[in-house]
């Protein structure tokens, strides 16, 4: 994996929800063992939160896609603002 560059673990759930707490010492590791030159994966998702759910569709939709958009590296501000017109 000599070319790899960014490596981004994402998920739906919070931060402190979601698998992602249980698995970055061991991305982080195999990151290493590789020798790729970025030894840290990349957290995309929802921040931390005491509910596993916004309550309201609309934000969660929002928040889904601005996810999705962060994951796959696009400006999740114009993501934001393109649901925010449909």
């Not at 195999?30 to 005491?50: K, N």
Request: glycine letters at 6%; proline letters at 5%; one cysteine or more.
């Amino acid at each position: 994996m000599p070319n790899l560059e960014t490596v981004v673990w994402a998920q739906e759930e919070p931060k402190n929800n979601g698998a992602w707490s249980f698995v970055d010492p061991f991305i982080e590791e195999c990151l290493v063992e590789a020798g790729v030159r970025s030894t840290r994966a990349r957290y995309a998702g929802r921040a931390a939160s005491a509910s596993p759910a916004t309550g309201l569709m609309k934000r969660h939709q929002m928040e889904q896609a601005a996810l999705v958009a962060d994951a796959l590296g696009h400006s999740v501000r114009e993501e934001i603002r393109r649901t925010r017109k449909v």
